[in-house]
């Protein structure tokens, strides 16, 4: 099985800063897709930004030039660095890792964290 665990949420004032990140572990055999999505109150849940396995990443147009992906494939790990945060950045912010992983044979999947609560204050 693949698991995923997140650290770094909180509350923190408009236009401070957070990071978020992400740690992969199991039976993974390789990782395409590495990214952050978002979800407040009554609301879908949207992509914030994703990294591709060639470092391609992408970008929620609401959060370009305040947020920045990265990853060590090596660690396989994910972080957010979230600056000038506003209160419309207040969600769950989970963490989805794409690839392939061994389960007797290669297999792809798709998990999600659990999720980790960012608040801004006003």
């Known amino acids: 099985q693949v698991q995923l665990v997140e650290s770094g949420g909180g509350l923190v004032q408009a236009g401070g800063s957070l990071r978020l990140s992400c740690v992969v572990s199991g039976s993974i055999r390789s990782i395409n897709t590495m990214g952050w999505y978002r979800q407040a109150p009554g609301k879908q849940r949207d992509l914030v930004a994703s990294?591709?396995?060639?470092?391609?990443?992408n970008y929620a147009d609401s959060v370009k030039g305040r947020f920045t992906i990265s990853r060590d494939s090596a660690k396989n790990t994910v972080d957010l660095q979230m600056n000038s945060l506003k209160p419309d950045d207040t969600a769950v912010y989970y963490c989805?890792?794409?690839?392939?992983?061994?389960?007797?044979?290669?297999?792809?999947?798709?998990?999600w964290g659990q999720g980790t609560q960012v608040t801004v204050s006003s």
């Open positions: 989805n890792v794409r690839g392939t992983k061994y389960v007797g044979l290669p297999l792809p999947f798709n998990s």
């Open positions: 990294c591709t396995s060639d470092g391609s990443t």
